[in-house]
């Protein structure tokens, strides 16, 4: 059974870079792609963009400038960094398995606040 | 963006009551459309891929249906742990897009 756990810092000053982590246990990162979607505290669900194994990346437009998500096949581990983040941020981030075009095991979500 | 539009947002049913969400896209999607549940404080939970194909491990009375840009999610004979909110998202295109959310109740 496929886990995900994400793990990064819970709170955030304005323009720093937000970097979280995905485990991945119980299967292997490799041949699949690999996603970060958040939700904003009482709103729905906006992804963020992905990873296949391989290393090539799909981003949300709304987010190309400032993502960025890595992955290290190594440590079983993908990764995202949004840099210059704001209150806008604020957000439980999820991390997901891909299948290609739906999310079938997701990481039980971390909440991340950005406050001065 | 393909802007994926549910209705209801919000909607009230008794146990054992039949339920209905509709899913609309901007544009046609062909059947790349899933739904997901999500109750308070969880990660969402995939019910439905491509439209019609129900997720491992998911109750047979929840069904999907539908192509091009109409889509519904059906739930047959609701259960206590079925109040929770709904999400339709389309991977047609990226940027992959979600519906705004469906708030089951109960009654």
């Known amino acids: 059974q496929v886990q995900l756990q994400e793990s990064g810092p819970g709170l955030m000053k304005p323009s720093e870079t937000l970097s979280l982590t995905c485990t991945v246990s119980g299967g292997s990162i490799s041949s699949y792609y690999w996603t970060w979607i958040r939700q904003p505290p009482g709103k729905g669900l906006e992804w963020i963009g992905y990873?296949?194994?391989?290393?090539?990346?799909n981003y949300n437009p709304s987010f190309k400038s400032r993502v960025t998500i890595s992955v290290d096949t190594s440590k079983n581990q993908f990764s995202l960094k949004l840099s210059s983040v704001t209150a806008a941020d604020t957000a439980v981030y999820y991390c997901?398995?891909?299948?290609?075009?739906?999310?079938?095991?997701w990481g039980q979500g971390t909440l991340v606040t950005v406050s001065s | 963006d393909i802007q994926m539009t549910q209705s209801p947002s919000s909607l009230s049913a008794s146990v054992g009551d039949r339920v209905t969400i509709t899913c609309r896209a901007s544009q046609s999607i062909s059947n790349f459309l899933n739904w997901y549940q999500q109750k308070p404080g969880k990660a969402p939970r995939l019910l439905i891929y491509a439209a019609s194909n129900l997720q491992s491990g998911v109750p047979s009375r929840f069904t999907g249906s539908g192509s091009g840009t109409d889509f519904t999610l059906t739930i047959t004979s609701l259960q206590p742990e079925d109040f929770a909110t709904y999400y339709c998202?389309?991977?047609?295109?990226?940027?992959?897009?979600f519906g705004q959310g469906a708030k089951l109740e109960i009654k």
């Open positions: 998202q389309q991977s047609y295109s990226s940027p992959r897009t």
């Open positions: 990873i296949y194994a391989s290393g090539s990346t």
């Open positions: 997901a398995r891909d299948r290609g075009s739906y999310w079938d095991h």
